[in-house]
Nanobody, 122 residues
Framework: QVQLVESGGGLVQAGGSLRLSCAAS????????MGWFRQAPGKEREFVAA????????YYSDSVKGRFTISRDNAKNTVYLQMNSLKPEDTAVYYC???????????????WGQGTQVTVSS
C-alpha cells in the first residue's frame, strides 16, 4: 500500500507557473513508477506525465510536452510536476498516482491521491 497526498494547486493567470507536489507514504516510494493525471469538469480523467522508478524515463501527453516537467526525489518520497506557460485549458483537478511499472493509461494505476485544483484564468 502507498498513500499519496497532492499539494501546490491554486489560481494562476495564463502564462504563469505552478509546481505540484505529491508526497507518498507507506511502502518504499522508489518501488513505484509515478504518474500525474488531470480531470476537467465534464471530461474524463486524462494522462499528463509519468516517470519511471529509476527516474531514467519520462513520458508526457502532447498537450503538455515542452511546458510541464515531471521529476521525483526518492529521498523525500515526493514526485513533482512543474507547470510553466499555463493555459486556461490546463484548468482541472490534478491527481498523482502510483503503480509498480510506468504506464500512461489511467486504468493501469493502483493508487491515487485525492487531487489538487489548478485554475488558470485568461
Amino acid at each position: 500500500q502507498v498513500q499519496l497526498v497532492e499539494s501546490g494547486g491554486g489560481l494562476v493567470q495564463a502564462g504563469g507557473s505552478l509546481r505540484l507536489s505529491c508526497a507518498a507514504s507507506g511502502r518504499t516510494f522508489s518501488s513505484y513508477a509515478m504518474g500525474w493525471f488531470r480531470q476537467a469538469p465534464g471530461k474524463e480523467r486524462e494522462f499528463v506525465a509519468a516517470i519511471s522508478r529509476s527516474v531514467s524515463t519520462t513520458y508526457y501527453s502532447d498537450s503538455v510536452k515542452g511546458r510541464f516537467t515531471i521529476s521525483r526525489d526518492n529521498a523525500k518520497n515526493t514526485v513533482y510536476l512543474q507547470m510553466n506557460s499555463l493555459k486556461p485549458e490546463d484548468t482541472a483537478v490534478y491527481y498523482c498516482a502510483a503503480r509498480l511499472a510506468v504506464a500512461v493509461t489511467t486504468n493501469a494505476y493502483n493508487y491515487w491521491g485525492q487531487g489538487t485544483q489548478v485554475t488558470v484564468s485568461s
